[in-house]
């Protein structure tokens, strides 16, 4: 099977910071990723599909990249309400494996 | 408005059974995959299983395979998830998820806690 890996396991950055997390499947699932938000106490958040398709209502800051192996979400600017934790999902095959999580907070 | 509404989760014995059931509404039921996923106390998530829109489809992770059975009712709008030999670690929070053009999820209920504990 195919394992997704995170880095970094978590990151700490000031409010108006670029901040991106990388995202690496064990094998190429083409354009098969998506990124979900998930903050503290609340239930998960569908932030990016397709690698790169933003999901209607998500902030504008987010955004995302990549194809076959290697994939990243970028925050352009971050604030206040994107401490949460984030996780990748590939779904091109199953099984539909998430990556293990990253953990964003404010310095 | 899309609503996932779960139930279900309870306390079990190791090796005990639970069914949880998830009544969906707000969108064409019969037309998208349904997942379950869970969330294990203070750790990430984990996909469970997956069930095509039809039914006819299904895939399941290699921890649960063989032990868990996903199923649904389109003429119900209910989507299932059969829980057999249950060990200490399916203890988590089930959520049931609604797919978008894909088997991502889209859509997520606020799930409900199984408990697995002698």
């Known amino acids: 099977d195919i394992q997704m890996t995170q880095s970094p396991s978590s990151l700490s950055a000031s409010v108006g910071d670029r901040v991106t997390i990388t995202c690496r499947a064990s094998?190429?699932?083409?354009?098969?990723l998506a990124w979900y938000q998930q903050k503290p106490g609340r239930v998960p958040n569908l932030l990016i599909y397709?690698?790169?398709t933003v999901q209607s209502g998500v902030p504008s800051r987010f955004s995302g990249s990549g194809f076959g192996t290697d994939f990243t979400l970028t925050i352009s600017s971050l604030q206040p309400e994107d401490v949460a934790t984030y996780y990748c999902?590939?779904?091109?095959?199953?099984?539909?494996?998430f990556g293990p999580g990253t953990k964003v907070d404010i310095k | 408005e899309v609503q996932l509404v779960e139930s279900g989760g309870d306390l079990a014995q190791p090796g005990g059974s639970l069914r949880l059931s998830c009544a969906a509404s707000g969108f064409t039921f019969n037309s998208y995959a349904m997942n379950w996923v869970r969330q294990a106390p203070g750790k990430g998530l984990e996909w469970v299983a997956s069930v095509s829109g039809s039914g006819g489809t299904t895939y399941y992770a290699v921890s649960v395979k063989g032990r868990f059975t996903i199923s649904r009712d389109n003429s119900k709008n209910t989507l299932f998830l059969q829980m057999n030999g249950l060990r200490v670690e399916d203890t988590a929070s089930y959520y049931c998820?609604?797919?978008?053009?894909?088997?991502?999820?889209?859509?997520w209920g606020q799930g409900t806690l199984v408990t697995v504990s002698s």
């Open positions: 999902q590939k779904y091109n095959s199953a099984p539909f494996t």
């Open positions: 397709g690698a790169s």
């Open positions: 094998q190429g699932i083409s354009n098969y």
């Open positions: 998820t609604k797919g978008g053009a894909g088997w991502y999820t889209k859509h």
